[in-house]
């Protein structure tokens, strides 16, 4: 019987976590074991990341290019900038609320041995990208000189976000046979670039455990326990902001009852949490918000499609929260200017991030090396990413439904059970 990519991920974590940890606990800091480790699973880690790496530039301009040409440009009016606006808002409280979160509760503290290990060299890294910059370097450098030289440069990625998202809307307002043989080119990149990341992740239950392995051997049963602490992070997270935040929104903003629209949106809940997909979860969603919801189709088709590449809150989240802990983990101390960078960062980056599993991968690998966070810690995230994909996704999902219900508000044809009616 043929595996689900995800049920592959969990053995390959299982069997090189269990396998480092019975290392750790025969022949721990022992010549042959630090021998295997270094010159064996630790290059074998290393190849895998530095493949997810090398798509990352690529991949984010395709992403951002298309996801913003699908916008239909004769709805980006008064719909468009409701959408846009709540979508900007709602992303940054709940990127705020995971890196609060992270903060508080501080998931990566604790693991001395690679604090110890790491801790220099993520300090010497960050320094040397920028990640000391002052406001004035932050903010300049958000408008590239070079766009060519900026995609090449972790400490200049913010700005080559920009550029793509500048080009994106160039590109959906021009109009010419050129530009729409270019924006095919550019979908035709795109399309390559997932396929290149879907046989790159088919060799992951390797790569992950290679890297589980490495890390497990050194540091034992310690970076498991951090792991879960971390999952738990996540998890308390999206829960606050899907029934904290979102309840205020369709009450304050959508004049709904919270009850009515949670009730309303369990199907698409359920399919979100089933496929791990933004995308597939798009039909569903669709007849929810028709059927169950009663909302004007024309809002409900512009903003959920809309939403579906672009309002991804789940994603923003647990980037910020991801980052965070894996600088925790590894020694690399981020101050209020470099954590608001990541923020920017986060909410940008839901904009391109690709409404299929682990589609947020490559903003992550490049948030971590703009600030020295060794990359071996994505490995780190890969084993549990599954499950924590299937939850953010279904914030997503019900992050776009209550976009819609805002917007919907506001149109003289809405007609939409209101509260009242209930």
């Known amino acids: 019987m043929k595996l689900a990519p995800h049920w592959r991920m969990v053995i390959g974590l299982a069997l090189g976590a269990g396998a480092g940890i019975l290392v750790n606990l025969v022949a721990g800091g022992s010549p042959a074991a630090d021998w295997v480790v270094g010159n064996l699973a630790e290059p ?17 301009f395709a992403a951002l290019v298309i996801g913003i040409g699908d916008i239909d440009l004769g709805e980006l009016g008064r719909l468009g900038v409701k959408m846009f606006a709540y979508t900007v808002v709602v992303s940054a409280v709940a990127v705020a609320i995971g890196i609060a979160m992270v903060n508080i509760v501080r998931p990566g503290d604790g693991a001395d041995e690679l604090v110890a290990r790491a801790g220099e060299m993520g300090t010497r890294v960050k320094v040397a990208t920028g990640g000391g910059d002052s406001a004035g370097d932050f903010i300049s450098n958000m408008v590239p000189d070079n766009a060519i030289a900026a995609a090449a440069s972790n400490a200049r990625l913010l700005g080559f976000i920009l550029f793509s998202i500048a080009f994106g809307l160039a590109l959906a307002f021009t109009r010419t046979p050129g530009a729409v043989r270019l924006r095919e080119v550019i979908q035709g ?111 409900s088709r512009f903003v959920l499609t809309a939403g579906s590449a672009m309002n991804q809150n789940g994603t923003a989240l647990f980037e910020g929260v991801t980052v965070l802990f894996l600088a925790q983990l590894y020694g690399v101390e981020l101050g ?87």
């Not at 074998?44 to 984010?60: D, E, H, Q, R, Y």
């Not at 071996?376 to 994909?389: P, Y």
């Not at 953010?392 to 009616?421: C, F, Q």
């Open 44 to 60: 074998v880690g290393k190849i895998f990341i530095n493949s997810l790496m090398m798509l990352v530039a690529p991949l984010l």
């Open 336 to 422: 209020g200017l470099e954590q608001l960078e990541v923020m920017v960062i986060c909410i940008l980056g839901g904009i391109g991030t690709a409404g299929v599993p682990a589609g947020s991968l490559p903003v992550i690998a490049m948030i971590m090396g703009m600030f020295g966070i060794p990359a071996e810690g994505l490995g780190l995230i890969l084993g549990v990413d599954r499950f924590l994909d299937m939850c953010r996704t279904s914030l997503n999902v019900v992050g776009d439904l209550a976009a819609a219900v805002y917007v919907a508000a506001g149109e003289p044809s809405s007609a939409r059970v209101r509260e009242s009616e209930h």
């Open 189 to 299: 990149l795109y399309d390559v670039l997932m396929r290149l990341i879907q046989g790159i992740l088919w060799f992951a239950p390797i790569g992950v455990g290679a890297l589980l392995f490495s890390m497990t051997a050194r540091l034992g049963l310690d970076v498991l326990q951090q792991l879960g602490a971390y999952v738990l992070v996540v998890v308390a997270a999206l829960a606050i902001h899907m029934f904290g935040v979102y309840s205020l929104s369709v009450k304050l903003l959508g004049r709904m009852s919270p009850v009515f629209f949670f009730r309303g949106v369990k199907l698409a809940m359920v399919t979100a949490f089933s496929t791990a997909s933004s995308n597939a979860t798009l039909p569903t969603a669709l007849v929810v918000a028709e059927e169950e919801l009663k909302l004007p189709r024309h809002v």
